[in-house]
């Protein structure tokens, strides 16, 4: 397993969660990352992204100014802090590893894709 993301659960609207995201060493370490969602009967949606370094970064407009992405080089690890959730935030969250360097929106962009874990905001 190359990406593993772990972190969801059930919480309250107004609540937080993080979630992380192990990477191998291979596909973390010079690779811009992403996370996405898809809840029930939609299209899966950009929510964040960084690159390589983690200092380039940005968001889906539906998460801005509230979830953060980051990650740990060292650690090969990718997080998105979620804070201020609401019930359409529901969904399950993918991270992703990039073709290239960069921090990028678009799904064809990927390359590595991790299983996901399930977020359920209650309200």
């Known amino acids: 397993v190359q990406l593993q993301a772990s972190g969801g659960g059930l919480v309250q609207a107004g609540g937080s969660l993080r979630l992380s995201c192990a990477a191998s060493?291979?596909?973390?370490?010079?690779?811009?990352m992403g996370w996405f969602r898809q809840a029930p009967g939609k299209e899966r949606e950009f929510v964040a992204a960084?690159?390589?370094?983690?200092?380039?970064?940005f968001y889906g407009d539906s998460v801005k100014g509230r979830f953060t992405i980051s990650r740990d080089n060292a650690k090969n690890t990718l997080y998105l802090q979620m804070n201020n959730l609401t019930p359409e935030d529901t969904a399950v969250y993918y991270c992703?590893?990039?073709?290239?360097?960069?921090?990028?929106?678009?799904?064809?962009?990927?390359?590595?894709w991790g299983q996901g874990t399930l977020v359920t905001v209650s309200s």
């Open positions: 960084l690159n390589w370094r983690g200092g380039d970064m």
């Open positions: 992703a590893a990039a073709l290239s360097s960069h921090a990028t929106g678009r799904t064809d962009r990927y390359r590595y």
């Open positions: 060493k291979r596909i973390f370490s010079n690779n811009g």
